[in-house]
Nanobody
Framework: QVQLVESGGGLVQPGGSLRLSCAASRNIFSIYTMGWYRQAPGKPRELVATITTGGSTNYADSVKGRFTISRDNAKNTVYLQMNSLKPEDTAVYYC?????????WGQGTQVTVSS
């Protein structure tokens, strides 16, 4: 069973930056679309960004131009660079691996944007 472990969350002021990391226990990037989702209190989990096996990326409108998803195949790690953070970005961020017959989740990492 593949494990996904997120890190990099924390408290940041509005306008600041954070980089989240998601380490997979083995290389799955050639067979899974990788993504980041987030869930704020009282709200459903929502898509933030994805990167396909071919390297194509997709972003939620709310984060376009501010967030960047990338991956390092040699390190089995996916990143989410978050810039110009806003209070409404506060949520638990989850790493996701998705394909037609399987969906995997990490445990989540808290991001809090507050002054």
């Amino acid at each position: 069973q593949v494990q996904l472990v997120e890190s990099g969350g924390g408290l940041v002021q509005p306008g600041g930056s954070l980089r989240l990391s998601c380490a997979a226990s083995r290389n799955i990037f050639s067979i899974y679309t990788m993504g980041w989702y987030r869930q704020a209190p009282g709200k459903p989990r929502e898509l933030v960004a994805t990167i396909t096996t071919g390297g194509s990326t997709n972003y939620a409108d709310s984060v376009k131009g501010r967030f960047t998803i990338s991956r390092d195949n040699a390190k089995n790690t996916v990143y989410l660079q978050m810039n110009s953070l806003k209070p409404e970005d506060t949520a638990v961020y989850y790493c996701n691996a998705d394909r037609w017959d399987s969906r995997l989740w990490g445990q989540g990492t808290q991001v809090t944007v507050s002054s």
